[in-house]
């Protein structure tokens, strides 16, 4: 049953990641070096997503953050990466806040596609973010999906 329920958040994800980048929901910003905490947000209706970090190194990279929401505005999505796939910043700290519902599927993956061990980040209703001292300062690609709360008719 969770492997379905899994298998069904996944493809709605796909979907919504999908509908967002046809629908003009993708958009590039920078990601700045210089150990400064930064913030790039995103809006779609009654859903936000934000992107809070801190990183060091390099200069400044171009990443993409898609939004998306199902037809009944039911599931929102937040995708965040690096087109090029490596980064070669040293993410000192990140937390990805989303507004209108709460967390219900999250996956990072650090460099080379390598997904993020489920101890360097911590999941709450709203927010995920590192974990000091187990965040291997590595990021590459971040996934959430939140639901929300309005209830059935």
């Known amino acids: ?14 979907t919504n990641h999908i509908r967002a980048e046809a629908g003009g929901n993708t958009e590039e910003f920078d990601v700045q070096p ?7 947000t995103k809006q779609l209706g009654d859903f936000s997503c934000s992107f809070h970090y801190a ?8 990443w993409h953050m898609s ?8 599931y929102f999505s937040c995708s965040i990466w690096r087109p090029l796939g490596t980064s070669y910043l040293f993410f000192m700290k990140f937390k990805v806040e989303v507004s209108g519902g709460n967390i219900e599927f999250f996956e990072a993956y650090s ?10 980040y911590v999941i709450k209703d ?3 973010s590192d974990v000091p001292g187990s965040f ?3 990021l590459s690609k971040l996934t959430i999906m939140a639901r929300s709360p309005h209830a059935e008719l």
């Open 111 to 120: 460099q080379a596609d390598k997904p993020l061990k489920k101890s360097e």
């Open 34 to 40: 210089g150990g400064l905490e930064h913030t790039y």
């Open 126 to 128: 709203t927010t995920v």
């Open 55 to 62: 990183a060091q190194g390099g200069t400044n990279e171009k």
């Open 136 to 138: 291997s300062s590595s």
């Open 67 to 74: 939004v998306g929401v199902d037809e009944e505005s039911r």
């Open 1 to 14: 049953m969770a492997a379905a329920v899994l298998s069904a958040v996944l493809l709605l994800c796909l």
